[in-house]
């Protein structure tokens, strides 16, 4: 069954045993991990840099952005994190991912320098 919330909590190390429902946020390593919302259980690992997703903290819930497409998984579910609701998307088409895949690469490349990703 889909969630339609997650509760955050702040950790410096990850811990072994990554709760369904919860956000784990690591500061010192700029990474979050939980568990897909979507029920199927498998680790989502969004690192928190310039080119990647950005972290808010009001004080009180948490957002992540942009959306979190589980292109790779099974279940491709897509979803955003925005104070601590998660709002399901529509899929992606083939095109749109590797589209998508082209443009996070780019960016990459311009931020960092002339490196392969």
Not at 67 to 92: D, E, F, M, P, V
């Amino acid at each position: 069954m889909k969630r339609k919330t997650i509760k955050h909590k702040f950790v410096e190390l990850m811990p072994d045993d990554i709760k369904e429902g919860i956000l784990y946020i690591s500061i010192p390593f700029a990474t979050a991990i939980h568990r897909c919302p979507c029920g199927c259980g498998e680790l989502i690992v969004t690192p928190i840099k310039p080119t990647d997703w950005s972290l808010n903290w009001n004080g009180k819930t948490i957002t992540l952005y942009p959306s979190i497409g589980n292109w790779t998984l099974s279940c491709k579910s897509h979803y955003w994190i925005i104070r601590n609701q998660i709002y399901w998307a529509s899929s992606w088409s083939n095109y749109r991912i590797q589209a998508n895949r082209e443009y996070d690469r780019k960016k990459k490349q311009q931020y960092y320098g002339k490196k392969r990703y």
